[in-house]
């Protein structure tokens, strides 16, 4: 899976990467473990100095054969918003591949439908 993380108006320092790897990735590489999925992170911050809540996680999944999924959750926190999109992200790719795995197995026999790979 290739990864692709920026900040903008802020910078990713190496801690930050590791947070976002180890919550958000490795959830999303369950279902997209494929060299040709893509997952793009921006963490935002909205206004800048001034504080409030505007730190802003974007992601966006792209997976062969799937639609894009995007997400952007805001939050006091980059590390609120980081976990609050990764729960919305997951759901969604789960989903979307359930769906995917429903439509293949539609109609054969339960033995033959258990061994349908899931991609």
């Known amino acids: 899976m290739k990864v ?5 108006h802020l ?15 490795s959830h999303i590489e369950r279902y997209a473990d494929d060299e040709a999925a893509e997952i793009d992170i921006s963490l935002v911050d909205i206004n800048g100095p001034k504080g ?19 997400v952007t959750e805001t939050a006091e926190t980059l590390f609120q918003a980081i976990d609050a ?11 979307a591949v359930e769906r995917r795995r429903e439509v293949r197995t539609d109609g054969l026999p339960d033995d033959v439908a258990a061994n349908v790979p899931t991609y």
């Open 52 to 70: 409030g809540v505007d730190k802003e996680c974007r992601v966006t999944v792209r997976m062969p054969n799937f639609a894009a999924i995007h």
């Open 4 to 8: 692709l993380m920026r900040g903008v």
């Open 85 to 95: 999109a990764r729960d919305r992200l997951e759901r969604s790719v789960r989903k």
């Open 11 to 25: 910078s990713l320092t190496d801690s930050l990467r590791d947070y976002l790897q180890e919550h958000l990735v």
